[in-house]
């Protein structure tokens, strides 16, 4: 077959290109989730990593997000301006700042969370417990080679 002739089993052969797909498949539902808790993805992603790994720096979360460190500034002000993060500390040129989850922010991950959880529940995502450990297991590996 040539290189350049497409077929539905040509794409369906190729990993990364399925993993697209794939998450187009459940980025509306974990959109839809996360709205009814009046967050974003990576808004989520950021409250989690805190309660992981508290006084974390802006650098670090976009790093544990992946994300630019550009772009974690901006969600930091949105989540200190709604008083779900806290800053520690004065800041200022050169000196960093950690941030923190205040009680509210507390609060919202631990309703968002239990969300999240049900909604990686392997049956409702039409997998075997141990498809879902698997799966998990290549994705952290994936993700692992791209860093």
């Not at 797909?21 to 989730?33: C, D, I, K, N, Q």
Request: hydrophobic share 45%.
């Amino acid at each position: 077959m040539d290189e350049r002739t497409w077929t539905s089993d040509r794409l369906d052969s190729l990993p990364a290109w399925t993993l697209v797909r794939a998450y187009h498949a459940v980025a509306h539902g974990f959109t839809e989730l996360f709205e009814q808790h009046g967050l974003t993805p990576v808004q989520f992603g950021v409250l989690a990593q805190l309660a992981a790994g508290p006084d974390l720096l802006q650098s670090e979360l976009a790093r544990r997000v992946l994300v630019r460190p550009q772009s974690m500034a901006a969600v930091i002000t949105q989540l200190v301006q709604r008083g779900l993060l806290e800053r520690r500390g004065e800041g200022g040129r050169g000196r960093p700042v950690p941030i923190r989850l205040t009680a509210a922010g507390r609060r919202t991950l631990e309703l968002a969370g239990s969300s999240v959880l049900e909604f990686n529940d392997p049956a409702r995502l039409g997998l075997e417990p141990y498809e879902a450990g698997m799966l998990n297991a290549l994705l952290h590996k994936l993700i692992g080679s791209r860093a």
